[in-house]
């Protein structure tokens, strides 16, 4: 399997990527960000402002830990930096494995931060610079793979469902009562413009709308 980062191939991206045989990238192309974020929006204060309170029977402190509708618990900020933590070993340790870095090579590249696909060539985060033309010309030569094999299109899935802290949001506003200010977030010009995003690299700069 040959995989082509014709765009944006970076954190959970990336995690995909590493189990190709072979990694492919523009010279412009985003790779990297090894690293693990847990984010969430909490409407506390929001909530207090406006004199909501949610209320909430648990079976124990850490249940449903952390929510948007209270304050984070030292308790519960610790075992999700347990998480974040556990989770960045992890990843740390499948690319080192997969890109048979050392110790030194692997510090160098776990920060967090994003390569330039010229920039991950040097790194070992990718084996070559090029297109889908370069993976069927290596298929074809390391793997014997016909260069006339028919190419598949797949189009990706609207992007709005992975938008979760939106939809909290929206749900908050219904449930108190501002069902009007719950549908605007939901139709939102910004939020549907995220469905039709496809970053192309550090080339980004602009999208067309997409056509009816």
Not at 30 to 48: D, R, T
Not at 57 to 72: D, M, R, V, W, Y
Not at 130 to 147: F, H, S
Not at 176 to 181: F, I, K, Q, T
């Amino acid at each position: 399997m040959v995989v082509v980062v014709d765009g944006v191939a970076a954190s959970g991206a990336y995690i995909a990527a590493l189990s190709a045989d072979h990694i492919i990238a523009q010279d412009t192309s985003l790779v990297g960000s090894i690293g693990v974020l847990f984010e969430y929006p909490n409407f506390a204060e929001l909530l207090k402002t406006i004199g909501v309170q949610v209320e909430s029977i648990k079976s124990s402190p850490l249940k449903a830990a952390p929510n948007g509708f209270e304050p984070t618990s030292p308790a519960a900020r610790a075992a999700i930096e347990a998480i974040v933590l556990d989770s960045f070993a992890w990843f740390k340790s499948l690319v080192k494995e997969r890109r048979k870095l050392n110790d030194a090579q692997l510090a160098a590249v776990d920060d967090g931060r994003v390569f330039t696909g010229r920039q991950g060539l040097g790194l070992n985060l990718i084996d070559s610079l090029g297109n889908e033309k370069t993976a069927l010309a290596w298929l074809e030569k390391e793997k014997k793979v016909p260069a006339s094999t028919p190419v598949r299109d797949v189009s990706l899935e609207p992007r709005f469902s992975e938008l979760s802290f939106l939809h909290v949001a929206a749900w908050t506003f219904e449930a108190v009562g501002l069902g009007a200010m719950a549908r605007r977030i939901e139709a939102w010009s910004a939020v549907q413009a995220v469905e039709r995003l496809n970053l192309d690299g550090l080339l980004a700069l602009w999208h067309p709308p997409s056509a009816d």
